[in-house]
């Protein structure tokens, strides 16, 4: 009889624990497999060497290990590293390690395609083929600390949830990656340097809130004026602005942590006194404050970046209501790795 071998890494430590214990072995084994596992990433069982072989043996028999595989590794002019990451059914993510002066910061996946349909976003074009689970997305984070310690001589400093996917729609899985990266057992890396980035759920938004996590929001803006949001993020017509605002408003008082909101501004979209003058009145609901993101063109010409002008009125107009904003430059572009590039072109 040939029965489905389980993942070893969808066990909690303690189920792992309890695991050893039936065997009629000690729970302390199970701790000693776990670290294997998950800090010192092990793909088999044959390399966990301070295991005794019949042990090994009948892990081998009973468990598989999932992992990742990094299949094809790109190289940016900028140093911007992109990886295609072949999961265990075959099926593709993109993650991203982003080296500036001061930090490494890995951009990773939370979903094979997107659920959600935004416009400008080369990934939204990928219908979504399923959530990650969170060894994938760990891995994912593992992958890049490595890379990071290789190429730029320190470990990673800070995870970006802004691959590709909606991570709030994978919240469950999301969050166990984090407790993982987060736990000394994993990479022990603090909460402070993680933002999770969504397009705006406000359910999820309060559920986060509700559950005091410490890593940082932050939410794709675009508009904050509904007829505009919705003509370029459609599901905006299911959460509109109010009920994000509201939730956003919840999540303020509940962590006293500020929100970033991720902004490009478009050519004749978002491009007028009239848009910048609805972000302000947004940005009062809640401590915040703004990122504005160059925009990378995906093909059809549908979207363009603003004018400089256009660009320089929403900094000055924020500025001058002392809200905070930053011009972020894209990195990678030249290798498709850049925001709504993710798309396994290769
Ligand atoms: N679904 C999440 C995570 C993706 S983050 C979210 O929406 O926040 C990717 C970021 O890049 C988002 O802020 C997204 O709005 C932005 N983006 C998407 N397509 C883009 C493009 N073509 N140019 C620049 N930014 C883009």
């Known amino acids: 009889m040939t029965a489905v071998k389980k993942d070893i890494r969808a066990l909690t430590k303690e189920e792992l624990r309890d695991f050893f214990i039936a065997q009629g072995d000690k729970a302390f084994r199970g701790n000693q497999v776990y670290e294997w596992l998950w800090q010192k990433s092990a793909h088999t069982f044959e390399g966990m060497t301070n295991i005794s072989k019949d042990t090994r043996t009948m892990l081998e028999a009973h468990f598989v290990i999932n992992h990742i595989e990094v299949d094809q590794m790109q190289r940016s002019a900028d140093g911007t590293t992109k990886n295609a990451v072949r999961l265990h059914d075959g099926l593709i993510v993109e993650s991203v390690l982003i080296p500036t002066d ?26 979504r083929m ?5 060894d994938e997305i760990y891995d994912q984070v593992v992958a890049i600390d490595r890379q ?7 470990p990673l400093s800070n995870i970006v949830f802004m691959g590709m996917g909606e991570p709030l729609m994978n919240y469950k ?8 990266i987060t736990s000394k057992e994993g ?39 509904d007829e505009v949001r919705t003509s370029i993020m459609p599901f905006n017509k299911t959460f509109p602005l109010q009920d994000l605002r509201e939730a956003l408003q919840y999540w303020y008082q ?50 363009s970046q603003a004018s400089q002008e256009a660009i320089q009125r929403y900094v000055r107009t924020l500025e001058q209501n002392n809200i905070t904003v930053t011009i972020r430059r894209s990195r990678g572009k030249d290798i498709d790795a850049a925001c709504g590039q993710l798309a396994n072109k290769t």
């Open 254 to 303: 509940k962590t006293r942590n500020r929100i970033t909101y991720e902004y490009v501004v478009w050519q004749g979209i978002n491009d007028s006194q009239n848009d910048v003058d609805a972000l302000v009145r947004f940005c009062r609901f809640a401590p915040s404050k703004v990122n504005l993101i160059e925009y990378n063109p995906i093909d059809d010409g549908e979207f």
């Open 130 to 134: 399923r959530n990650l689970n969170s």
């Open 102 to 127: 001061t930090r490494t910061t890995a951009c990773v996946s939370s979903q094979v395609g997107c659920s959600l349909d935004c416009r400008f976003c080369a990934t939204a074009r990928l219908k």
């Open 173 to 180: 899985n999301v969050l166990m990656a984090i407790e993982k």
């Open 187 to 225: 990479l022990g890396m603090s909460p402070k340097r993680i933002t999770v980035s969504t397009s705006g759920v406000p359910k999820m938004i309060r559920k986060m809130a509700d559950e005091s996590v410490k890593f940082k929001l932050a939410v794709s803006l675009h508009s904050a004026i």
């Open 148 to 154: 990071s310690r290789l190429y730029h001589n320190r």
